[in-house]
């Protein structure tokens, strides 16, 4: 039981674009930022997106992230082959005062 | 550039020991606090421990508490993890991670620790 919930998958045709949600609490996503990570079969996760809505270097402006109250989300525009993969939220939970993951959505392009 | 490479992963008995290790390289290791991640097969991400830059404060996951250890060499660029009492539910690929601010951003390529008799 993850403390942030994503759902399990999400699907779309190539070009289209897919929406991945996050929901936790006030004391994770309420009070702090939100990153998102990216886990592509048999590698390490990463970092796609931090600070609610910034892409580090290198990370095409396809992805984009928002948050709303206790919620956020992950939009992947223009979806590609290679885009199949594991995606993570990850929130700070100022309560255990150590960082908590969502339960990870498995984005497939169909 | 930054990296970040574990080792120490091996196969162990239930109730065995393992100690891990993460050598941190092109950036100021000293500056940053830093996280261990487990992942369990074809399961989700899981904070199982962090350490501050100066080793002031830790945390662990309940699921590890009282069994295993997180230390850091700032010296050695060096990120350690003590684990003792393994069990099957220890199984995981374990992940070092750097951690600005709270959030992971540069992570290692993990190492893969099986309990099984």
């Known amino acids: 039981q993850s403390v942030l919930t994503q759902p399990p998958s999400v699907s779309a045709a190539p070009g289209q674009k897919v929406t991945i949600s996050c929901s936790g609490s006030?004391?994770?996503?309420?009070?702090?930022?939100v990153s998102w990570y990216q886990q592509l079969p048999g590698t390490a996760p990463k970092l796609l997106i931090y600070?609610?809505?910034k892409r580090p270097s290198g990370i095409p402006d396809r992805f984009s992230g928002s948050k709303s109250g206790t919620s956020a989300t992950l939009g992947i525009s223009g979806l590609q082959t290679g885009d199949e993969a594991d995606y993570y939220c990850?929130?700070?939970?100022?309560?255990?005062?150590?960082?908590?993951f969502g339960g990870g959505t498995k984005v497939t392009v169909l | 550039e930054v990296q970040l490479e574990e080792s120490g992963g091996n196969m162990v008995k239930p109730g065995g020991s393992l100690r891990l290790s993460c050598a941190a390289s092109g950036f100021t290791f000293s500056n940053y606090s830093m996280a261990w991640v487990r992942q369990a097969p074809g399961k989700g991400l899981d904070w199982i421990s962090s350490i501050s830059r100066n080793s002031n404060y830790i945390f662990y996951a309940d699921s590890v508490g009282g069994r295993f250890t997180i230390s850091r060499d700032n010296a050695k660029n060096s990120l350690y993890l003590h684990m003792n009492s393994l069990s099957a539910e220890d199984t995981a690929v374990y992940y070092c991670?750097?951690?600005?601010?709270?959030?992971?951003?540069?992570w290692g390529q993990g190492t893969l620790v099986t309990v099984s008799s």
């Open positions: 991670a750097r951690v600005p601010y709270g959030h992971p951003d540069y």
């Open positions: 600070d609610n809505n």
């Open positions: 990850e929130a700070w939970d100022s309560t255990l005062s150590a960082g908590v």
């Open positions: 006030r004391s994770t996503i309420g009070d702090n930022y």
